[in-house]
């Protein structure tokens, strides 16, 4: 048996667009074979139940969510999951770049997500709005989400906050900046999953497109799509086309 995980966005579908017909087509193939697969993906639970819920005929037997923070098996029991300390919530939502009003600010837990400020990326339905002492009297706070005008400048906050809190890390996909415990990162998550599951030692490959796929591309010597960029394509140890065609190359 072996084991795949891709990154959602950008990855195994375009952003913003429905999962290619062909990569389906394959992600079958690969799991009627006896293989298990799974996506590895910034979302929360909640906003890649969403997108994959026009799915109906198929479904991944893991989720690895929140840059690796939570992962849950294909029936939704929660198999890991990594909590930003409540003091350290506290601390890092006070900061003056954390109540900027032209951020967007998500707030999410093991299994739901809330809107501090809005993410115009994302219908308001899917995020409920939230005050801040609210989102501290949440349990389980695994990530903080902020949206940046550049990628460089999601770089900038993500080492002031690690000046401050240690205890935080930083994973950057395109301007978006999401915040974590220090350990959580997708390579990370998927090796929590992998050892919960009781799948350790099995041959896992990996695919993604961009900064946060870094970790477990780097961890597991995995692979990258042709439409990354070229710091992906050096990063990784093999370009396929689409996510079907790694699958399928490596049946």
């Known amino acids: 048996m072996k084991i795949a995980a891709t ?21 079958k193939a690969w799991q009627a074979a006896g293989h298990k697969f799974g996506i590895a993906t910034g979302r929360g639970l909640t906003l890649i139940r969403e997108a994959l819920a026009r799915y109906a005929d198929w479904q991944p037997d893991f989720l690895v969510c929140n840059n690796g923070a939570v992962s849950v098996d294909g029936a939704g029991k929660m198999i890991h999951c990594q909590a930003i300390a409540p003091e350290v919530l506290q601390g890092v939502l006070a900061m003056p770049i954390m109540q900027e009003e032209s951020h967007s600010l998500l707030v999410f837990t093991a299994r739901s997500v809330r809107s501090i400020r809005p993410n115009p990326d994302i219908p308001a339905g899917l995020v409920p709005p939230i005050t801040t002492a609210e989102a501290l009297a949440l349990p389980d706070v695994v990530q903080l989400s902020i949206k940046l005008a550049t990628p460089a400048e999601a770089q900038q906050v993500c080492d002031a906050i690690r000046t401050v809190y240690p205890s935080l890390g930083g994973n950057i996909n395109r ?3 999401d915040i974590n415990a220090v350990e ?3 390579g990370w998550g998927l090796q929590q999953m992998l050892a919960d599951s009781g799948w350790q030692g099995s041959e896992l490959l990996v695919i993604g497109d961009d900064k ?6 780097e961890r ?7 439409t990354a960029k070229p710091f992906m394509h050096e ?17």
């Open 7 to 27: 990154d959602f966005d950008g990855t195994l579908c375009p952003i913003g667009e429905p999962i290619p017909a062909e990569n389906i087509k394959a992600i």
């Open 184 to 186: 959580a990162d997708k």
């Open 212 to 217: 946060n796929d870094l970790p477990m591309i």
């Open 220 to 226: 597991f010597a995995g692979f990258t799509v042709a």
């Open 235 to 251: 990063a990784a140890s093999k370009v396929y086309p689409t996510v079907g065609a790694m699958l399928l190359a490596n049946m």
């Open 175 to 177: 301007s978006y900046l």
